[in-house]
């Protein structure tokens, strides 16, 4: 992948065409936009784009989200089924698949862990699948899931199964030891002011990453990048801790 070093490029919202969305309008023939055309504001059907490239954003981390937002309200209006009533059938199956390209969009990168993981993936990355659902499913099917344990948290983690495990067991007897419950409680909420401080050490990283965006440097992105995976599979395992002390709390 080459990046081109651009001094003007801003990772401002605009709509006007981005390159890889750019062909003829089928109504005038003119440049169109990934969803209006700009010289008849014909609704276009759908073209294969990412997210950034929909709402014409270059792949940029830091994000004007008031601005997104402003930018989501006006295209849904626009692209609103209902508003196209006047256009033809073709038309109006347009809107609607252009409706929710728009929400799945707006969705994905008005949320900084989305965006993130978007972006890793838009750059070939398969994040690990650690979701509640994947997780469920490999319960329900009885595989064990495996994950890796993050080489920082090695000595709490072991030491907190420990005490999860010492917790069934006593509960299996009916028996209660305070001591051990404020333990745990003290181990959760370490680990959920570590998951909080995440936000913050991966906002440096999107600072790194938009400024070699324009310089071009290709070994200090996949560093970042690499970074970047390191620290949502970190954030990904903290989750899934939290929420196996949450389920031994709660039983
Ligand atoms: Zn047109």
Same mark, same amino acid.
């Given at each position: 992948?080459?990046?081109? !070093?651009?001094?003007?490029? /801003?990772? =401002?919202?605009?709509?006007?065409? @981005?390159?890889? !969305?750019?062909?003829?309008? +089928?109504?005038?023939?003119?440049?169109?936009?990934?969803?209006?055309?700009?010289?008849?504001? /014909?609704?276009? @059907? @759908?073209? $294969?784009?990412?997210?950034?490239?929909?709402?014409? &954003?270059?792949? /940029?981390?830091?994000?004007?989200?008031?601005?997104?937002?402003?930018?989501?309200?006006?295209?849904?209006? /626009?692209?609103? $089924?209902?508003?196209?009533?006047?256009?033809?059938?073709?038309?109006?199956?347009?809107?609607?698949?252009?409706?929710? &390209?728009?929400?799945?969009?707006?969705?994905?990168?008005?949320? @900084?862990?989305?965006?993130?993981?978007?972006?890793?993936?838009?750059?070939?990355?398969?994040?690990? *699948?650690?979701?509640?659902?994947?997780?469920?499913? !490999?319960? !329900?099917?009885?595989?064990?899931?495996?994950?890796?344990?993050? $080489?920082?948290?090695?000595?709490?983690?072991?030491?907190?199964?420990?005490?999860?495990?010492?917790?069934?067991?006593?509960?299996?007897?009916? *028996?209660?030891? $305070?001591?051990?419950?404020?333990?745990? =409680?003290?181990?959760?909420?370490?680990?959920?002011?570590?998951?909080?401080?995440?936000?913050?050490? &991966?906002?440096?990283? +999107?600072?790194?990453?938009?400024?070699?965006?324009?310089?071009?440097?290709?070994?200090?992105?996949?560093?970042?990048?690499?970074?970047?995976?390191?620290?949502?599979?970190?954030?990904?395992?903290?989750?899934?801790?939290?929420?196996?002390?949450? *389920?031994?709390?709660?039983?």
């Amino acid at each position: 992948m080459c990046f081109m !070093a651009d001094s003007n490029s /801003k990772s =401002g919202v605009s709509l006007i065409a @981005p390159q890889d !969305a750019g062909s003829a309008c +089928w109504s005038c023939g003119e440049m169109r936009a990934a969803h209006f055309c700009n010289a008849c504001g /014909k609704v276009q @059907p @759908p073209v $294969p784009v990412d997210y950034f490239t929909f709402f014409g &954003l270059s792949r /940029k981390l830091n994000l004007d989200t008031a601005l997104l937002e402003r930018e989501f309200y006006e295209l849904s209006r /626009k692209l609103h $089924p209902d508003l196209n009533a006047r256009a033809n059938q073709q038309e109006q199956q347009w809107s609607l698949e252009q409706s929710s &390209l728009l929400n799945d969009a707006y969705r994905t990168l008005k949320d @900084p862990i989305k965006r993130t993981e978007y972006l890793l993936h838009l750059e070939g990355v398969e994040l690990e *699948e650690q979701s509640k659902a994947a997780t469920e499913k !490999a319960r !329900a099917s009885g595989e064990i899931k495996k994950q890796v344990v993050p $080489p920082d948290l090695l000595e709490e983690v072991f030491e907190l199964n420990m005490q999860l495990e010492e917790l069934r067991a006593q509960k299996k007897l009916g *028996e209660d030891d $305070p001591a051990l419950l404020e333990e745990i =409680g003290k181990q959760k909420l370490e680990l959920e002011s570590k998951f909080e401080s995440l936000l913050e050490e &991966l906002k440096k990283y +999107w600072n790194e990453w938009d400024r070699l965006i324009d310089s071009g440097s290709e070994e200090g992105l996949r560093k970042v990048r690499d970074q970047m995976v390191d620290l949502l599979n970190r954030r990904s395992y903290i989750r899934n801790l939290v929420r196996d002390v949450n *389920e031994v709390l709660e039983n």
